[in-house]
């Protein structure tokens, strides 16, 4: 079975400072992804940004980064130059295998952007 | 339309009542998921399709959901017999060659 923990129900940010936003995760699976996905207040799922077990390299998508601990089983996202468009639920998840097959989502983080 | 498309968009019903709700995804999409996100939490697996047979529907939580896709496009999330811990928003995305895109959701408030 496979879970996500997020331990901060919210977090607070200046504009255009940067943030990190927990997840730690915990498989038996050798091969998984993991997700970021942000949710504003319209509710839909918003893909972020992606990891594969096996990728070396930390993911990058523009502002968003993944910091991935493999030893450490965690992934956190870091969110540089904040926007007030940011503040939303973020959602860490994961897959079975390195694809986008049936996610398991973390609770979530919500996220408040002020001027 | 250019999305995942989901109604109703708001749906209240009173315990024991009959419900469903509707999925129309991305069109091409082979895959299909359904989820279920409760207040406070993040979104739960209920079921997934490939085509238009159940790949896996280890998430549906007692036999009173059931979830069809007839024609490998739009699907129906079914719940007979309403309760009041069937509350929650009703996710549906789906899947081409890569990521997962999310309709808005279906939020089911049962009385």
């Known amino acids: 079975a496979q879970k996500i923990t997020q331990t901060q129900p919210g977090m607070f940010v200046q504009e255009k400072e940067a943030v990190t936003l927990d997840c730690t995760y915990d498989?038996?699976?050798?091969?998984?992804?993991l997700f970021w996905y942000k949710q504003p207040s319209s509710g839909e799922m918003i893909f972020l940004i992606y990891q594969g077990s096996y990728d070396e390299q930390n993911a990058t998508e523009g502002r968003y980064s993944l910091n991935f601990q493999k030893a450490r089983k965690s992934a956190n996202l870091v969110i540089s130059a904040s926007q007030l468009g940011d503040s939303a639920m973020y959602f860490c998840a994961m897959s079975p295998d390195s694809g986008y097959s049936t996610l398991t989502f973390g609770k979530g983080t919500m996220l408040l952007v002020s001027p | 339309g250019a999305g995942v498309s989901q109604t109703p968009s708001n749906k209240v019903t009173e315990k024991g009542k009959y419900v469903e709700l509707r999925c129309d995804p991305i069109s091409g999409h082979t895959a299909l998921y359904w989820y279920r996100q409760s207040l406070g939490q993040g979104p739960e697996f209920l079921i997934y399709f490939q085509g238009t047979g159940a790949a896996d529907d280890s998430g549906l939580p007692n036999d009173r959901f059931f979830a069809v896709r007839p024609e490998g496009s739009v699907s129906t999330l079914k719940i007979q017999r309403t309760e009041r811990g069937d509350s929650a928003v009703y996710l549906c995305?789906?899947?081409?060659?890569?990521?997962?895109?999310f309709g808005e959701g279906s939020r089911l408030t049962v009385l």
């Open positions: 498989t038996s699976d050798q091969s998984y992804g």
């Open positions: 995305a789906s899947k081409g060659t890569g990521e997962l895109f």
